[in-house]
């Protein structure tokens, strides 16, 4: 009876971690018509380059979704994750690039309010320099045991949303900078000298690039999470 008793409820687990809770909904294919490049790379701490993440952010030019493109090493080893303000959703593509069939996940967000906003405090140094053109501000931070700089300017009329600070996940660590500007490059670096850099490598490029969700598999997530896990 106990073991029956078991087998229901993981049928059940697993029937709702697959059906489409209550406000979980998608558009059936998003059309963006801009992108952001960036590239992440990881140096150890003898600052010997271990590997090179290159990350493209598509978007629109006339709404608010947004698709974050991680274009990983190897043939199926990429992902994408679509940003969907209107439904409130996020859609994770993995395993994309070729190779087996990707895997498609759902799940809803909610924003944080303002007294949960992890903000990382940054100090003005005064030195600047010229990223892709633009005029930009270097400052410094530690954050616990890591510590780096961060170069903003205020010539690129974006949301970080669409930038290297959200797209290399340094928003689910802070969420916000303590300072207004877009984010062109970002150093961290740990007390062993590992160190991480991110850079804006090309802006608001005219490019088109779609998704077409009809006919997939979705699972969705029961419980909505936190904008900036995503």
Not at 48 to 63: A, E, P, V
Not at 95 to 117: H, I, M, Q
Not at 136 to 141: E, G, N, Q, V
Not at 202 to 221: C, F, H, I
Request: charged fraction near 25%; hydrophobic fraction near 40%; proline fraction near 3%.
């Amino acid at each position: 009876m106990k073991s029956k008793a078991i087998l229901l409820l993981t049928i059940f687990i697993f029937l709702a971690a697959h059906a489409n809770p209550p406000g979980i909904k998608w558009d059936e294919e998003y059309n963006f018509n801009k992108v952001n490049v960036f590239a992440v790379e990881a140096y150890a701490k003898d600052n010997r380059l271990m590997r090179t993440i290159n990350i493209r952010t598509c978007y629109q030019s006339d709404g608010e979704n947004f698709l974050i493109k991680v274009l990983a090493e190897g043939r199926g080893n990429g992902t994408e994750t679509i940003i969907d303000k209107k439904n409130e959703v996020a859609i994770q593509i993995l395993g994309t690039g070729g190779g087996a069939t990707p895997l498609y996940n759902a799940g809803g967000y909610k924003l944080p309010s303002a007294e949960d906003l992890k903000r990382l405090d940054l100090i003005p140094t005064g030195e600047t320099k010229q990223i892709l053109g633009f005029p930009c501000k270097k400052y410094t931070y530690t954050f616990r045991k890591i510590f780096g700089e961060v170069w903003i300017t205020d010539g690129v009329q974006l949301s970080n949303d669409l930038g290297v600070f959200r797209a290399a996940k340094m928003a689910a660590l802070h969420n916000t900078l303590s300072v207004p500007g877009f984010v062109m490059e970002m150093t961290t670096e740990d007390a062993t000298g590992a160190k991480t850099i991110m850079k804006t490598v090309s802006l608001q490029n005219d490019e088109k690039y779609s998704v077409d969700l009809r006919g997939v598999e979705m699972t969705t997530a029961l419980n909505k999470v936190n904008y900036y896990t995503f």
